[in-house]
């Protein structure tokens, strides 16, 4: 008799282990309900501009509905190029550029090209969580670095506990700034610190700055190509969707040192061919066009966080500071120790839909994420129903 288990195996153990999305935990039972406020997820709640739409329809219209290079047409790459070199004031090159289907793409593109069973990835947290899980699917360790905040709600950075999680198989520290779910910005002393660390460790820095338009007492937020060389270890990660309210289009890019752009490229390859040929077009014209857009929704955003930051901040049992940037308000509930749990009391108590803060990584627990890229009406009315349950 053959003792080999016969049965299939589905996946790969440690993709059958990550976990799903603990927003989606409390959000799926409960959306379509008329009466929720749904305050969950992270997106703009402003469609897509008419100029952006236009473009991807000429775009069809002139028969772009076929393979691209691996690493984008070349006029959004030049565009990214040009983009970038306004954006930081110092030349980026379109060699650095490759073009993903989405930052999320991005993301895993930057795991499968550094990561191998048994390295390492720090994560600085709290953290959107499927930038953790991309380290895992390659069979690498994520290990949290938690911000710290303070009494205030202040969230902070201390170098010391970056250096204490680095060994011999670290291969990268991952750091989102302006941060989702936390608004805390790395400012540029801070960065250069974590630069110079990374080139003693011969560790790359991934930066995910796809929230770096979305600042409120600056044109933008710090950015490490502001201060890395092209062939430093540094890939900064950017995307479409949030700057352009453009998320369901699924595009972004990286900049990277000129060497990774054929490993990109063959990645690029592997995983999708190229990205979507139109809606590469369409990014030609966000960008080329956009920054009325842009200023329009950071003011309208800016507007947004000080209303939902007056409320909250008036509220007993909530503690939380002004976020610098994004579009998110993280704030602690006193005596709340389950989040998850607790975003769910919520929604039946006052129909206002929430992320918990455990979504984050386990630094967040005890938080939750309010979303205020929304109507400042609608964020009115659900402040309205928290009060109760927040005093």
Known sequence: ???????????????????????RQVAESNIGRDDIIPLW???????????????????????????SQNRGIPPLRETIATYSTSLICRAIDVDRVTVSASGMAAIMLVSQSLV?????VLIIGPLWPNCAGTVEVMGGEARSVPLKPDENGVWHLDMNDIAAACDER???????????PTGWV???????????????RGVYVVSDEVYVRLIYDRPRAPSFLDIAAPEDRVIVVNSFSKSWSMTGWRLGWLTHPP???????KLNEFNIASPTTFVQHAGVAAMRDGEPFIAEMVERYRRNRDLVFQRLAAMPKVTLARPEGAFYAFFAVAGMTDSVAYAKELIAETGVGMA???????SGEGWMRLCFAAEASTLSMALDRLEPALS
Do not use: C, W
């Not at 291969?171 to 989702?180: H, L, M």
């Not at 060497?259 to 490229?265: A, D, K, N, Q």
């Not at 918990?356 to 386990?362: I, K, S, V």
């Open 1 to 23: 008799m053959n003792d080999v288990d016969q049965s299939p195996r589905v996946a790969r153990p440690v993709i059958e282990a990550l976990e799903g999305s603990r927003i």
């Open 41 to 67: 997820f992270g997106e703009p709640d402003i469609p897509t501009p008419d100029y952006i739409k236009q473009a991807a329809q000429d775009a069809l219209a002139d028969d772009h509905v076929f393979y």
């Open 116 to 120: 191998d069973a048994g390295d390492n």
């Open 170 to 180: 670290t291969r990268a520290i991952y750091v989102n700034s302006p941060g989702n």
């Open 186 to 200: 790395m400012e540029s002393v801070q960065q250069r610190e974590l630069l110079d660390f990374a080139r003693e």
């Open 259 to 265: 060497e990774l752009g054929p490993i990109f490229s």
């Open 356 to 362: 918990p803060g455990r979504a984050f990584g386990e």
